[in-house]
Structures are given as C-alpha cells and as structure tokens.
C-alpha cells in the first residue's frame, strides 16, 4: 500500500464537505502547521480538533492550504 497527499489551496477549502471528519495538516498563512480532523467546515471558517481533543477555529482568510493523505492500493 502507499500514500498520495491531496492539497486544498484557500479557495477549495470554504464549504468544502468532503474535508468533515478527515485527518489533515493545516497550514497558516505565518507558515504555522495544525494537525487535526476536521469537524465543520462553512464558507468562511474551519473547525479542527487536535489530538488533545481541543477545537480550534480558523477563518479561510487565514489559511494556506490544506494536506491531507490518501491510503493507495498500490
């Protein structure tokens, strides 16, 4: 098995469904990386919770990008 990374830049990201209940790294504009899943996702702000359990928001505005990896059958 093998892995692809997917890549969301900031204007795939706002209301983008398919990102609810993944595991992703988030990355800032200031270059800071967040990893988490997501729990909900609108036009204007992303909701992660990090390993601790914690939620914390983000503003699209605010983001980079978006990686997520895919599990490959080959």
Do not use: C, P, S
């Not at 988490?36 to 909701?47: N, S």
Request: aromatic share 10%; charged share 35%; proline share 0%.
């Amino acid at each position: 098995m093998g892995k692809r990374q997917i890549i969301y830049n900031a204007r795939q990201i706002g209301g983008n469904r398919d990102l609810v209940d993944k595991e992703i790294n988030l990355v800032t504009n200031e270059q800071r990386v967040w990893h988490g899943y997501v729990t909900a996702i609108d036009q204007d702000k992303v909701e992660l919770r990090d390993a601790r359990f914690w939620k914390h928001t983000f503003k699209v505005a605010e983001i980079d990008k978006i990686y997520r990896e895919v599990v490959t059958e080959y």
